[in-house]
């Protein structure tokens, strides 16, 4: 299948500061890519859809500001937590489906970032 | 909105048999794809399986298969010869045939026991 790398794997950065996350799609063009958090012991929840070219749409309730979003090739999407706190601190997943394919294509998943803020 | 519900947060199943996995939507749609994900230690999303809702015909890969019943919007995942490295969690998802996003349920922590 094709490969989502994600980096870091884990950063642990101090509270105020900023911490970008890459999402990079090896072996295919991704036109768009998903970015998900997940707090211990729970599920994936979408925090915003990115699309290449374009303004990523956020969740209800995800701060555009804090969280923001750049995806400026076909192959990169990053994550920018700005100004990071304590309550930042998740385990961050990005998800990229192959461009110019149906919906029907899943999408593949990265390893995951896990970001502690301290 | 759709949810997706995992009614199970943990399983346990002895190594070499069956067990089942339950996972309900409520979706107002006639077209949506529906997924099962493993997550071990790891923490790598692996695709187990996926089923269209158009296909009445249930989705099977190797050991694992499911149970699709799109009236009573229920997609439960059945996994045989249970083997010590299927202990995981493992998600449900939801996913619109017109919309990008994805939907998970709140998963299920599966313990395969030798």
């Known amino acids: 299948g094709a490969v989502v790398s994600q980096h870091p794997s884990w950063v642990i950065c101090k509270s105020g500061t900023s911490v970008k996350i890459e999402c990079r799609s090896l072996d295919f063009q991704a036109t768009t890519m998903f970015w998900y958090r997940q707090f211990p012991k729970q599920s994936l929840m979408l925090m915003a859809t990115s699309n290449e070219g374009s303004k990523a749409t956020y969740e209800q309730g995800v701060e555009k500001d804090k969280f923001l979003i750049n995806h400026a090739s076909l192959t990169l999407s990053t994550l920018t937590v700005t100004s990071a706190h304590p309550e930042d601190s998740s385990f961050y997943i990005c998800s990229a489906r192959p461009g110019g394919t149906g919906l029907d294509t899943e999408a593949f998943f990265g390893q995951g970032t896990r970001l502690t803020v301290v | 909105a759709q949810t997706v519900t995992q009614s199970q947060p943990e399983m346990s199943v002895q190594e070499a048999e069956t067990v089942t996995l339950s996972c309900t939507y409520d979706?107002?749609?006639?077209?949506?794809?529906l997924f099962w994900y493993k997550q071990p230690p790891s923490r790598q999303m692996i695709l187990v399986i996926r089923q269209e809702a158009y296909k009445q015909q249930n989705a099977t890969e190797n050991r694992f298969s499911v149970n699709f019943q799109k009236a009573a919007k229920s997609f439960s995942l059945k996994i045989s010869d249970s083997q010590l490295g299927d202990a995981a969690m493992y998600f449900c998802?939801?996913?619109?045939?017109?919309?990008?996003?994805?939907?998970f349920g709140a998963g299920t922590r599966l313990t395969v026991k030798p």
């Open positions: 998802a939801y996913r619109s045939a017109w919309l990008d996003d994805m939907r």
């Open positions: 979706t107002s749609e006639s077209d949506y794809y």
